[in-house]
């Protein structure tokens, strides 16, 4: 109990001196807005992925992203240091680890939130916390990543949020353009290849139809999950003996005991060592359908032309991951 | 082993049989749903051949031999607590295996050494050490195996004490909830024959146990003071059978996960079908609890093949309907069939 106080307090004081600074900071920023020329208070008004119209009454100072691959969206867009809090997944780029960090969607620390005073929290759709949010007044723009396209509708609508629309486009092509080229430098022998992505143990894979799923058919490769299984679908085991993939993926933290699962040693993934094991920081960088999506590709790229060359190394280094990540 | 009765000899034949129906489904049943091993196949004989052999057989086998134990569990724990709520999980056993699995998965990756000793335990281990540490909780708290009723409440008290641990551990590191989901629900997909081995070892042990035990259960239907007065020594028998069923429990929790309600319903309907002895119920639920568990195994790789539902989810389903559809007809209170 005592310690809750405490840390309490702590929250209570920093909120304190960040008022204090903050008539400096808008001064600051009142400057370099007049020096740029776009000074101007337009509101804006956007439709979220709940399908409510959001009314922002300026381009938002203060932000709170609850969403790992959000939080890569507003720094990507070069807004980083509008973030003041973020959620606790959210770890990349690197200075964002230094930001309050707020829970997950599911135990938002509401109350560190309204201390934070922001202008705008962006959030998953799946959130409970928006309710609340909402009650005690604070804008919510609700946007959910979840395929390719999605990716690209939020970068759009967090441009427009973040008044950088032509930044968003300009972000939008650009990692097109390196899926592009990762999917262009694949040698013959790297196409076609059939993969099993395994998400999960349960076992969980990615499907067609997942953001990964895409991924891998934009870069020409047969997933043996077909679109009608959905996104991630648990599967019987026996099916992905069945289906022989040839290149298996999966995260460092499911790896161990892949290959003595019952009868797994005579898919040809196993046999001919073409496991492709992700250690933690490239498997945050494939499951968050946002801004490092083209990164994303260039890995599973990697993957695919090693394994065409031969056996694929497993990692050297042991999984180290601490407790609070998404992989 | 005491006269058996015709009507139960009967039976242990005619369950005996279902077992083996149900195990030749099982191996007809897989990814693609109905694909039996007879007949002419699409895919080269010896690809099926494997699968039949390293995938199907094992699991099909060890969805049997885990629904026996926690039958058979289930069948100890409502004699010796003289209570038809009792099931397996009742001394906390669920709750300790949740919290051991949910620790191994936030040690992984907590650092290179704890890593590696998370690996060499494995979920199994974990979960069965769990499981016993639960139990061995319990009888600590409730001060032995004297009174059945502290028992019971310390059960209930470690449970829930131990549940939120693991439910903290899954919170703090997110992770790990879709494998606790999956263990929470129960899961036969990666059983093997070394799983089948353990099992089966465990089955044979736990039911020498329980048929060893049988009379003194039988004697403590009467109540504790005429049991003590007819001879038995209580506190050795309480101790042999609650390690007994410990052992039952974390060795089917330890390779199926938290599979719900088959040992509290196989005991059930097998004296639905008339009173028993026993040593007949401890035979005869083992055999029912297999059976029961083997086919939501083939219901839960069969119904959106090749998508799997959790076994857990059909146990519930199939073992709840049954009830229901036993206390309708009866019409009267479940408890008053024994």
Same mark, same amino acid.
């Given at each position: 109990?005592?310690?809750?106080?405490?840390?309490?307090?702590?929250?209570?004081?920093?909120?304190?001196?960040?008022?204090?600074?903050?008539?400096?900071?808008?001064?600051?920023?009142?400057?370099?807005?007049?020096?740029?020329?776009?000074?101007?208070?337009?509101?804006?008004?956007?439709?979220?992925?709940?399908?409510?119209?959001?009314? +922002?009454?300026?381009?938002?100072?203060?932000?709170? !992203?609850?969403?790992?691959?959000?939080?890569?969206?507003?720094?990507?867009?070069?807004?980083?240091? /509008?973030?003041?809090?973020?959620?606790?997944?959210?770890?990349?780029?690197?200075?964002?680890?230094? +930001?309050? /960090?707020?829970?997950?969607?599911?135990?938002?620390?509401?109350?560190?939130?309204?201390?934070?005073?922001?202008?705008?929290?962006?959030?998953?759709? !799946?959130?409970?916390?928006?309710?609340?949010?909402?009650?005690?007044?604070?804008? @919510?723009?609700?946007?959910?990543?979840?395929?390719?396209?999605?990716?690209?509708?939020?970068?759009? /609508?967090?441009?427009?949020?973040?008044?950088?629309?032509?930044?968003?486009?300009?972000?939008?092509?650009? =990692?097109?353009?390196? #899926?592009?080229?990762?999917?262009?430098?694949?040698?013959?022998?790297?196409?076609?290849?059939? @993969?099993?992505?395994?998400?999960?143990?349960?076992?969980?894979?990615?499907?067609?139809?997942?953001?990964?799923?895409?991924?891998?058919?934009?870069?020409?490769?047969?997933?043996?999950?077909?679109?009608?299984?959905?996104?991630?679908?648990?599967?019987?085991?026996?099916? #992905?003996?069945?289906?022989?993939?040839?290149? #298996?993926?999966?995260?460092?933290?499911?790896?161990?005991?892949?290959?003595?699962?019952?009868?797994?040693?005579?898919?040809?993934?196993?046999?001919?060592?073409?496991?492709?094991?992700?250690?933690?920081?490239?498997?945050?960088?494939?499951?968050?359908?946002?801004?490092?999506?083209?990164?994303?590709?260039?890995?599973?790229?990697?993957?695919?032309?090693?394994?065409?060359?031969?056996?694929?190394? *497993?990692?050297?280094?042991?999984?180290?991951?601490?407790?609070?990540?998404?992989? | 082993?005491?006269?058996?009765?015709?009507?139960?000899?009967?039976?242990?034949?005619?369950?005996?049989?279902?077992?083996?129906?149900?195990?030749?489904?099982?191996?007809?049943?897989?990814?693609?749903?109905?694909?039996?091993?007879?007949?002419? $196949?699409? *895919?080269?004989?010896?690809?099926?051949? $494997?699968?039949?052999?390293? #995938?199907?057989?094992?699991?099909? =086998?060890?969805?049997?031999?885990?629904?026996?134990?926690?039958?058979?569990?289930?069948?100890?724990?409502?004699?010796?607590?003289?209570?038809?709520?009792?099931?397996?999980?009742?001394?906390?056993?669920?709750?300790?295996?949740?919290?051991?699995?949910?620790?191994?998965?936030?040690?992984?990756?907590?650092?290179?050494?704890?890593?590696?000793?998370?690996?060499?335990?494995?979920?199994?281990?974990?979960?069965?050490?769990?499981?016993?540490?639960?139990?061995?909780?319990?009888?600590?708290?409730?001060?032995?195996?004297?009174?059945?009723?502290?028992?019971?409440?310390?059960?209930?008290?470690?449970?829930?004490?131990?549940?939120?641990?693991?439910?903290?551990?899954?919170?703090?590191?997110?992770?790990?909830?879709?494998?606790?989901?999956?263990?929470?629900?129960? !899961?036969?997909?990666?059983?093997?024959?070394?799983?089948?081995?353990?099992?089966?070892?465990?089955?044979?042990?736990?039911?020498?146990?329980?048929?060893?035990?049988?009379?003194?259960?039988?004697?403590?239907?009467?109540?504790?003071?005429?049991?003590?007065?007819?001879?038995?020594?209580?506190?050795?028998?309480?101790? +042999?059978? =609650?390690?007994?069923?410990?052992?039952?429990?974390?060795?089917?929790?330890?390779?199926?996960?938290?599979?719900?309600?088959?040992?509290? =319903?196989?005991?059930?309907?097998?004296?639905?079908?008339?009173?028993?002895?026993?040593?007949?119920?401890?035979?005869?639920?083992?055999?029912?609890?297999?059976?029961?568990?083997?086919?939501?195994?083939?219901?839960?790789? *069969?119904?959106?093949?090749? $998508?799997?539902?959790?076994?857990?989810?059909?146990?519930?389903?199939?073992?709840?309907?049954?009830?229901?559809?036993?206390?309708?007809?009866?019409? !009267?209170?479940?408890?008053?069939?024994?």
């Amino acid at each position: 109990m005592s310690l809750t106080t405490g840390t309490f307090a702590q929250r209570l004081r920093g909120s304190v001196h960040r008022r204090a600074a903050l008539p400096a900071r808008m001064a600051a920023f009142a400057l370099l807005l007049a020096a740029s020329c776009i000074a101007s208070a337009a509101p804006i008004s956007l439709k979220d992925d709940r399908g409510v119209t959001v009314q +922002l009454p300026d381009t938002p100072r203060r932000i709170v !992203s609850l969403l790992p691959s959000l939080t890569e969206t507003v720094c990507e867009l070069g807004d980083c240091e /509008k973030l003041v809090g973020v959620d606790r997944y959210s770890n990349y780029p690197a200075r964002t680890q230094a +930001l309050p /960090k707020l829970g997950g969607l599911d135990d938002t620390g509401i109350e560190m939130l309204v201390a934070l005073k922001p202008d705008v929290v962006l959030l998953g759709i !799946s959130a409970r916390v928006i309710d609340r949010l909402e009650s005690l007044g604070l804008k @919510v723009v609700a946007l959910e990543p979840k395929s390719m396209n999605d990716v690209q509708r939020v970068l759009g /609508k967090v441009g427009q949020i973040l008044n950088r629309p032509e930044e968003a486009r300009r972000l939008w092509n650009r =990692i097109d353009g390196h #899926i592009s080229q990762s999917a262009a430098s694949l040698p013959a022998a790297a196409r076609g290849l059939s @993969v099993y992505y395994e998400v999960d143990a349960g076992p969980y894979g990615a499907g067609s139809s997942s953001f990964i799923g895409e991924i891998l058919t934009r870069l020409g490769a047969r997933n043996i999950l077909p679109p009608e299984l959905g996104p991630f679908p648990k599967l019987n085991p026996e099916y #992905i003996v069945r289906a022989d993939p040839q290149v #298996i993926m999966v995260g460092q933290r499911n790896a161990p005991g892949l290959p003595q699962r019952p009868g797994w040693a005579a898919v040809r993934a196993v046999k001919q060592q073409r496991i492709c094991v992700w250690v933690p920081v490239e498997s945050d960088v494939l499951v968050r359908p946002g801004p490092r999506m083209s990164e994303a590709a260039a890995l599973m790229a990697r993957c695919l032309r090693e394994a065409a060359a031969g056996p694929v190394a *497993w990692p050297s280094a042991p999984f180290n991951a601490p407790p609070g990540g998404m992989r | 082993m005491p006269s058996m009765s015709t009507r139960t000899l009967v039976q242990l034949l005619a369950l005996l049989v279902l077992g083996a129906l149900l195990l030749g489904l099982g191996l007809a049943v897989g990814s693609t749903g109905w694909s039996p091993w007879f007949g002419a $196949q699409a *895919w080269p004989a010896d690809a099926m051949h $494997q699968i039949l052999w390293e #995938i199907r057989a094992p699991r099909s =086998i060890g969805a049997w031999l885990a629904g026996a134990l926690l039958a058979l569990a289930g069948a100890m724990a409502q004699g010796l607590f003289r209570n038809p709520l009792a099931d397996p999980y009742l001394l906390g056993c669920s709750a300790g295996a949740s919290l051991g699995v949910a620790a191994l998965l936030f040690a992984i990756g907590l650092s290179p050494a704890a890593t590696a000793l998370a690996l060499r335990i494995g979920m199994t281990g974990a979960a069965f050490a769990g499981a016993v540490l639960a139990v061995l909780l319990s009888l600590v708290l409730a001060r032995g195996v004297e009174h059945g009723l502290r028992l019971l409440l310390a059960g209930v008290v470690v449970g829930v004490v131990l549940g939120s641990g693991a439910a903290l551990l899954t919170l703090i590191n997110p992770d790990a909830l879709r494998a606790m989901q999956a263990f929470m629900l129960g !899961s036969t997909g990666y059983v093997g024959w070394s799983a089948v081995q353990v099992m089966a070892m465990s089955l044979a042990v736990c039911l020498l146990v329980g048929l060893g035990c049988s009379r003194a259960l039988d004697a403590l239907t009467l109540g504790e003071d005429t049991a003590r007065s007819l001879g038995q020594r209580l506190t050795l028998i309480r101790l +042999l059978l =609650i390690a007994a069923l410990s052992l039952a429990t974390g060795a089917a929790v330890a390779q199926c996960g938290l599979i719900a309600f088959v040992g509290l =319903i196989a005991p059930h309907l097998v004296r639905s079908w008339g009173p028993v002895t026993h040593g007949a119920l401890l035979l005869l639920s083992p055999l029912t609890g297999g059976a029961l568990l083997l086919a939501a195994d083939i219901g839960a790789r *069969w119904v959106i093949a090749p $998508q799997e539902l959790p076994v857990g989810i059909i146990t519930a389903l199939l073992g709840g309907g049954y009830l229901l559809w036993l206390m309708h007809r009866r019409g !009267s209170a479940l408890g008053a069939v024994r």
